[in-house]
């Protein structure tokens, strides 16, 4: 299959229309069996309930090209699975874990030659999303859906290495506890959009949330779970209901307990013992881990022992690890990896 005339190593983190998008819709109380499509555009009511109600979700994960030369996405089953649990609490019916799957490996298939080549740092972002889509104007969940999954090439988020970043503790709050952090809800990020451009304007790269009830503890960014490495070079990640549960977060766990052999805490996280760490990250899908070099609290530094110029040791051993994972230099876990072509 011949790939695409793009420059892959410059691409940024942007949307790019590529050929084919899966499509179905729910009415009746069923998912039709769905299509892909070459139609990039949707026609709703000007009254459906996503518009008025923010009633939707969504996913994040990449397909890239392995050592090998085979086109592999990285444990679906997870998107599919906090998928339906954000559907779930957001009263919309949840498509089935297995057509999840399945959609993501039909739309990066017709999209193959859009996936960039090994090396490239590049990869596809794949964005599977819902939302209500009949018209609602009393407050009430949809009776009419719409399931679409597009695909999108992606540059290296690091261009030129990994460069730790500086950023700020919020005075916002991003999710209530009872509310609707732990999953992937739009309405999360509509909220979080003034401060994230007030950070910028500030010129930090993140917002660290805490607690909303107590704000004495570390929550997430607006994007991205955070981790921490203590002064025994062991792992320490926060514990909260109002997190959303990454994907990326999760595998580095397994990846520091069973191919590092380093003890790993999830508990609470106080932002008092903040200074006591030596290296933090954060991480998500796009970056894999970011590492954060000093964290600025109303005026107060905390400088971390790894700096500014690089990753800390611990962290930069968990990217190399979980990357290695990823493309198939370093063996996987059974099921982590799917085999799309
Ligand atoms: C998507 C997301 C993450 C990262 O999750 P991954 O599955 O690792 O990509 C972290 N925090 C929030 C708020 C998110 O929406």
């Known amino acids: 299959m011949e790939k695409k005339n793009i420059d892959w190593a410059a691409l940024g983190f942007g949307y790019i229309k590529t050929d084919k998008r899966f499509v179905s819709n729910f009415k009746n109380g069923a998912w039709d069996e769905g299509v892909l499509t070459e139609d990039d555009k949707v026609v709703i009511s000007e009254c459906a309930g996503v518009l008025q109600y923010a009633q939707t979700c969504f996913e994040g994960l990449k397909a890239y090209t392995t050592e090998d030369g ?15 649990d954000s559907a779930e609490r957001l009263e919309m019916p949840p498509f089935p874990e297995d057509r999840f799957i399945q959609a993501v490996v039909d739309v990066v298939k017709a999209n193959a030659a859009y996936v960039p080549p090994y ?7 794949i964005r599977p999303y819902m939302f209500g889509s009949n018209p609602v104007i009393g407050v009430k969940p949809a009776d009419e859906y719409q399931f679409r999954i597009f695909v999108t090439p992606v540059g290296p988020y690091f261009k030129g290495g990994a460069k730790p970043i500086t950023v700020k503790i919020s005075d916002f709050d991003r999710a209530a ?7 992937k809800a739009g309405l999360n990020y509509a909220m979080s959009l003034h401060a994230i451009v007030t950070a910028h304007n500030e010129g ?3 917002n660290i949330y805490l607690d909303p009830g107590t704000r004495t503890k570390i929550e997430e960014t ?7 490495v203590d002064a025994d070079g062991n792992l320490v990640v ?6 959303l549960p990454s994907i990326t977060r999760r595998s580095l766990v397994y990846v520091a307990e069973k191919y590092l052999g380093l003890k790993v805490d999830e508990r609470e996280v106080l932002l008092s013992e903040v200074p006591n760490f030596k290296e933090c990250g954060l991480c998500g899908t796009a970056a894999v881990i970011s590492p954060v070099g000093k964290i600025v609290d109303h005026g107060k530094e905390i400088c971390f022992e790894s700096g500014m ?16 994972i990823q493309m198939g230099r370093i063996e996987a876990p059974e099921g982590w990896i799917k085999v799309i072509e």
């Open 70 to 84: 085979h086109i592999v996405c990285f444990r679906p089953d997870l998107n599919a699975k906090r998928m339906h």
């Open 204 to 206: 930090y790269a993140e």
């Open 309 to 324: 110029e690089k990753m800390g040791p611990v962290i930069q051993k968990l990217y190399d690890t979980l990357t290695g």
């Open 177 to 183: 506890p009872h509310g609707t952090g732990h999953i």
């Open 222 to 228: 607006g994007g991205a779970n955070i981790i921490f």
């Open 119 to 125: 090396g490239s740092g590049a990869t596809l972002y």
């Open 238 to 243: 926060p514990k909260s209901g109002s997190i």
